[in-house]
């Protein structure tokens, strides 16, 4: 399906493309992993010196949904009208799709455990997911709101391999009490203190709209006073997917808008084009130097950095051990010699323009990068990015673009799983948590609107209060809280 638009073709996926898009389920070689994103990226024009994926890495990062329910009813989020009503998996399912990851990807595959909210599962289960994971000689991430993420639990996760923890906060959760992001600080204050001195990357994620876009600046001001404890921020700009009330974005809000607003944060120009990641239009990329609360761009000169990462592509770098990193970065650098002249002249100017900063830190220096996720309405996939994608989300079936599955998650989510049972093969049922014989094919019925209004969140929920009568008074206040941007009659379907 061609879109025109400002002279330039886009290839949208129609709905039967969308439909008829498989997750990826041949796995290669297991010396040659980086091989098929290497092909699909040559299939795009994409393979280029500056190109991360395919190089360090055969895939950016996988998702695993340990559980689809969620303790917060954000206005714009990627589950479904039915997710709130979908039991847990089962954790030999949940094992299944970790070998699966590690087939296809290997050791040091970033694995994001998400859901929903991961700390709603069943602590030892949480426990048991991480600790195979690492067992698998892959990373385990902690993709959380935090609500639930006490001290102790992160303290015990680290110890069975947790590698990072990445905190979503923003607007769009309606926490009460906060009326802006900057207000939200202290809540992100909270939870860089909880994790402060424990082996962990600490992470923050953002979803960027409307309501907070002017906003980003001071954001970025507020990481740079803690990059002793925060070492990666993740701006993720707005689309219309899932069940959230939030439709169209302004169309001011694009990568290029907002690296224009982290820049004003920074103080500092820096790049986010010298190294490319999977698709620009969905992924841009940008590090610093953090030294005495100012930041020193890590990507300024292309002509040392792009041969740095063909010349390193093979190592590995820690994210909770910097003395290690570093250790790792200079063996490397000394195994690369045609690079020692152009690498002592951009560590030279690094030192020489941080002289004053290097002397107040007395020489502490840490590192922030910044993420910007471009993710894709559902409506509007395009099959180039698509192809490229480098974030993945482990279905029953194999990875498949997160973007992709979004767009068609109760495909996934609703599907019957067939398990080993004391009766041979069984299928488990996603809305009842029941096994049934493997000819049921699936057992109840998925329609949302049949569902307590405790299975409801998003738009379902804001109709579901109105249609059904439930305490009228709460259900005009919970539907304004929702639809305050939306037109009423398109939100009604």
């Not at 395009?382 to 029953?396: L, P, Q």
């Amino acid at each position: 399906m061609i879109y025109v638009a400002d002279g330039l073709e886009i290839n949208y996926l129609s709905p039967d493309e969308i439909h008829d898009w498989q997750p990826y389920r041949e796995i290669p070689p297991a010396n040659q992993r980086n091989e098929p994103f290497i092909q699909r990226l040559q299939d795009v024009g994409l393979w280029i010196p500056s190109q991360i994926a395919g190089r360090r890495w055969p895939i950016g990062c996988v998702s695993l949904e340990i559980t689809q329910r969620c303790n917060l009813d954000c206005t714009l989020c990627y589950l479904s009208e039915h997710s709130e009503a979908v039991r847990d998996i089962p954790l030999e399912e949940i094992y299944r799709r970790i070998d699966m990851i590690a087939a296809h990807y290997g050791k040091n595959t970033d694995v994001q455990v998400s859901g929903g909210d991961p700390t709603l599962r069943k602590r030892e289960e949480l426990f048991q997911i991480v600790q195979r994971i690492t067992d698998k000689g892959m990373r385990a991430s902690l993709f959380t709101n935090g609500i639930l993420a006490t001290r102790e639990l992160l303290a015990e996760l680290s110890e069975a391999g947790l590698v990072d923890v990445a905190f979503h906060v923003d607007m769009t959760q309606q926490r009460k009490g906060y009326g802006s992001e900057v207000e939200l600080n202290v809540i992100r204050e909270k939870y860089i203190e909880l994790t402060r001195g424990l082996p962990l990357a600490v992470f923050f994620n953002t979803t960027i709209h409307d309501d907070n876009f002017h906003e980003v600046a001071a954001l970025v001001q507020f990481f740079r006073r803690h990059t002793d404890v925060v070492s990666l921020v993740s701006f993720q700009l707005q689309a219309d997917t899932g069940r959230g009330v939030l439709r169209d974005r302004d169309q001011r809000i694009t990568p290029d808008t907002m690296i224009e607003h982290i820049q004003a944060g920074a103080d500092k120009a820096l790049r986010f084009d010298t190294l490319a990641v999977g698709h620009p239009s969905c992924n841009r990329y940008g590090m610093a130097f953090s030294i005495n609360g100012n930041l020193y761009d890590c990507y300024d000169d292309p002509d040392f950095i792009v041969p740095l990462l063909n010349a390193t592509d093979h190592v590995s770098f820690s994210r909770t051990d910097r003395r290690a990193t570093i250790v790792a970065v200079v063996r490397a650098f000394f195994k690369a010699p045609q690079l020692w002249a152009k690498g002592l002249t951009w560590l030279a100017r690094k030192i020489w323009s941080a002289k004053a900063d290097l002397w107040a830190a007395r020489g502490k220096v840490y590192k922030l990068t910044f993420m910007i996720h471009n993710f894709m309405d559902a409506c509007h996939l395009e099959h180039d990015r698509i192809h490229a994608c480098i974030f993945m989300v482990a279905s029953n079936d194999g990875p498949i673009s997160m973007c992709l599955h979004n767009a068609k998650r109760d495909e996934f989510i609703l599907k019957p799983i067939a398990v080993d049972g004391a009766e041979g093969k069984r299928l488990w049922q996603p809305l009842s948590g029941r096994t049934t014989p493997i000819d049921v094919e699936r057992e109840q019925s998925n329609d949302p609107k049949i569902y307590p209004i405790k299975r409801l969140k998003g738009r379902t929920r804001a109709e579901a209060l109105l249609d059904r009568s439930v305490n009228t008074r709460d259900a005009q206040t919970t539907y304004k809280t929702h639809v305050t941007t939306v037109n009423v009659e398109d939100n009604v379907q």
